[in-house]
Structures are given as C-alpha cells and as structure tokens.
C-alpha cells in the first residue's frame, strides 16, 4: 500500500533530453543544505543491481535514518530522483551540503556499468552540471572525496568504474 501511494504522486520530469521519475516527496526530511552546490558525488551500491527503489530506500532508512542520495540510476537507464535537490544528503563525509549524490545500482568492482545505465547517469550529470554552472572537475567518485574528509575511504564507486573516463565524456 506504501508504494502505491509514493507512486501515485511521483512525477516524470524532463531534464533537458532525458527523463526521471520524481519520488522525492516520499523520502524527504526537510533538512535544507546550508551551501551552493559545488560537487556531484558518484556512488554505487555495492549490491545486487536489480534492487528495487523501496528496498534501497528502507536499507538506508536502517543505517542512516533517511535515503542518503538525490538520485538513482538503474541498471536500464531508469532515474529515480529520491531526495529534492535543496535538501542535504548524509552521501559523503564533509560533503553533505555542498553537493548532489547520484547512485548507480550495482556493484562496479564485480563488472562494468552497463551501457544503459552509463549513458543515463551521463545525461543526469549533465544536467546537474548546467544546472549549478559546474566543471567537469567537479563531478568525483566517492573514492575522490578523500580530501573533504578522512572518513571517505572507500573504493566506492568500484574498481570498474573508471571515474576520468566517466569525466572525459561529461
């Protein structure tokens, strides 16, 4: 009954030649960042592929209290925005209010991001790069965000996740 009331008020957007399906009413918390976006953090699960939205989101319920990234990107293409873009996010320690965290479902250090996934998770960041006026230097792997705090060390978002190759096609 939960998820057909959280889908019953989702909404497709548009975001400039791609679509997302809209669930962030669902998860929201009302905590309001306190910064400009200046980052997009990359993750990934680190789990099965085929997770359905609710049970990611009930698994980060568990461990952090809230649905800890703005978006989703499924194995297909489908993007799944879970948190508004205003409010901060528990993705990356020292992170959490000056950027937007976008999640692919699977596990990169097993096998490489499907082409359908990729190329979606590239048109959303690009979107969010026009969005908040970002560089390409701007979008990092968790892995990356080492230097905003000693706490993010993490392989995250795979070992087969190439990161610079990701960035050279934004």
């Not at 800890?68 to 409010?87: C, I, K, N, S, W």
């Not at 992170?95 to 991001?113: E, K, Q, R, T």
Request: hydrophobic share 35%.
């Amino acid at each position: 009954a939960t998820n057909t009331a959280v889908s019953a008020t989702s909404a497709t957007y548009d975001g400039g030649g791609f679509g997302f399906e809209d669930l962030s009413a669902a998860f929201a918390t009302g905590e309001k960042r306190t910064m400009q976006v200046e980052l997009v953090g990359v993750h990934h699960t680190a789990g099965n592929p085929h997770t359905k939205v609710y049970d990611l989101a009930r698994y980060q319920f568990g461990v952090f209290g809230v649905v800890a990234y703005h978006f989703l990107v499924m194995p297909d293409g489908t993007v799944y925005q879970l948190r508004p873009l205003d409010e901060r996010v528990p993705h990356a320690y020292g992170c959490n209010d000056n950027s937007i965290a976008v999640c692919l479902a699977g596990n990169f250090d097993d096998y490489p991001v499907p082409d359908a996934q990729r190329t979606s998770a590239l048109q959303l960041v690009r979107w969010i790069m026009s969005k908040y006026n970002l560089s390409k230097d701007r979008v990092l792997a968790h892995r990356e965000l080492k230097a905003y705090s000693p706490h993010n060390v993490t392989d995250c978002c795979g070992t087969k996740f190439n990161i610079e190759k990701f960035r050279q096609e934004l």
